[in-house]
């Protein structure tokens, strides 16, 4: 027999979007049941994806830091070693903390978890299905997707999960590979290729455009590549991968028109997929896009009624704070009638050293829009606080309409980007004006200064430079 709960609300999928639309239901007075197929709670992101990878790239940072980059300070170290068993340690450590806040939050905010994979039925009925125990059946008068999305992977790439895999792969590697090949130059594949590179790897990366990080602005992805060069990783661009296979102790990658390559191990990091499949779509009538996103309305309602679609399973950037910023304006449409994302004003950051982060209009999508456009830059080498902490890498440039000053777009490499982009971010959200930015007091000294000279550099105003 299957039992049968009625609730205001169920979310399917406990990830960054789920498990924040969950408790900010549960605040807005909704009884809430939110369904997660895997134990522990926070999604791809806190478990195998953002934390995790943050917690190594934080670690291994530190490790070049102390091994390469002390001398200039005065400080002679000697005899730094890597113990990779205690790195992975303390990123076990920080995804369980983690994880077990969520469930916490669930608890303090009344979220009803079920444990087990979520199939629409109709009607707002949803089926709870764990193996070894008898399916449960739920219903809700409103239900919400965020199951998320995974890694897409190449035809003809025979992954095992240990040799050749994803980025979950790559997060766990037994040791440091002598070889690692990364195919795909995006930012999964950026980010974890530098972990490995700067702990003692030979990292090249294959990418199939011509450029790095496709979709950012290409002044920023080419200094990017310029940088990561110069740290010791190699890239291959226009390569056509098509093939990869585990042999021996190693792999061997094939491509199109050149040698096959012969490394230890492969990370593939072609970008990733909604992750719609099994939800039972079918059954009430919706029908996905191409690329297996979810159409949604500017309310992100589906095109069945009380049924709702937030995060990578709907169009836009695989991003968590994106789909966080969905979740809340989603359930609070639902209880008030008002919920809207600004998705101008949503930044993306690559967390490799330098930081490269973006918000708003690339030069490209404004010239291809025919939008007039004023722009300000500024390098962290003119800036104080970037020279006292050997920053000095890396510039930050803001875009401005040409008439009405209105800030258009932002995009930064250099220290502490991530955190940097957030004034900016702000800004759009405001309609802010660069000279708003420029004429703002910033702290000196601060690497946030070098956004105010940006901005002032819109107008031919910089003051250090």
């Known amino acids: 027999m299957m039992s049968e709960s009625h609730f205001d609300l169920i979310v399917v999928g406990a990830g960054p ?28 992101c806190l478990r195998v994806g953002c934390i995790p990878s943050k917690a190594l790239l934080e670690s291994s940072e530190r490790y070049e830091e102390v091994k390469n980059h002390y001398k200039v300070h005065g400080i002679d170290v000697l005899g730094v070693e890597l113990n990779l068993d205690q790195m992975m340690k303390r990123k076990k450590k920080i995804v369980k903390t983690l994880t077990t806040g969520v469930a916490y939050l669930f608890r303090k905010n009344k979220v ?11 009607g ?16 809700a008068d409103k239900v919400l997707i ?77 200094e990017a590549v310029k940088v990561f060069k110069q740290q010791g990783m190699d890239f291959k661009f226009g390569v056509k991968v098509t093939g990869a296979r585990v042999e021996g102790e190693g792999c061997i990658v094939q491509r199109e028109g050149g040698e096959d390559i ?22 009430i009538g919706i029908e996905t896009d191409r690329r297996g996103c979810i159409p949604v309305n500017e309310h992100l309602q589906t095109s069945v009624a009380g049924v709702f679609a937030i995060g990578d399973v709907i169009a836009g950037p695989m991003l968590a ?15 008030t009638g008002y919920g809207h994302v600004n998705y101008d004003a949503i930044p993306g950051v690559v967390y490799t050293h330098p930081e490269i982060a973006s918000v708003g209009k690339s030069e490209e999508d404004l010239k291809a829009a025919g939008i007039p456009f004023k722009k300000g830059s500024f390098p962290f080498k003119a800036n104080g606080r970037a020279m006292a902490l050997e920053a000095k890498e890396g510039f ?43 004429r703002s007091s910033h702290a000196h000294p601060t690497l946030a200064e070098i956004v105010k000279e940006a901005a002032l550099a819109v107008d031919g105003r910089a003051i250090n430079i």
């Open 17 to 44: 979007g789920g498990y924040v639309a969950s408790v900010r239901a549960a605040q807005l007075g909704l009884k809430v049941a939110c369904i997660e197929k895997e134990s522990a709670l926070g999604g791809t």
């Open 112 to 122: 009803k978890r079920y444990e087990g994979i979520g199939t629409l039925l109709g």
């Open 124 to 139: 707002g009925k949803v089926q709870v299905s764990q193996e070894g125990k008898e399916p449960q059946q739920i219903s």
């Open 146 to 222: 965020a199951t998320g999305s995974y890694a897409a992977n190449l035809p003809n790439i025979e992954w095992d999960d240990d040799r050749i895999g994803d980025s979950t792969t790559a997060l766990s590697f037994p040791e440091v590979p002598k070889h690692l090949v990364v195919i795909g130059a995006g930012v999964i594949g950026l980010e974890l290729g530098s972990v490995w590179a700067r702990l003692g790897a030979q990292v090249t990366v294959l990418e199939y455009m011509d450029h790095a990080m496709p979709g950012m602005d290409r002044e920023l992805s080419d």
């Open 262 to 283: 012969k490394c230890d191990r492969v990370l593939v990091s072609v970008g990733r997929r909604p992750n719609t499949e099994g939800l039972g779509l079918e059954n």
């Open 321 to 335: 704070h994106k789909a966080e910023e969905e979740g809340v304006a989603c359930v609070e449409y639902m209880v």
């Open 396 to 438: 930050v440039k803001l875009l401005a309409h040409a008439e009405t000053d209105r800030v258009l777009g932002a995009h930064i490499i250099g220290a502490r980007a991530g955190d940097l982009i957030a004034e900016i971010a702000v800004s759009i959200e405001f309609g802010a004006s660069s000279e708003d930015i420029g």
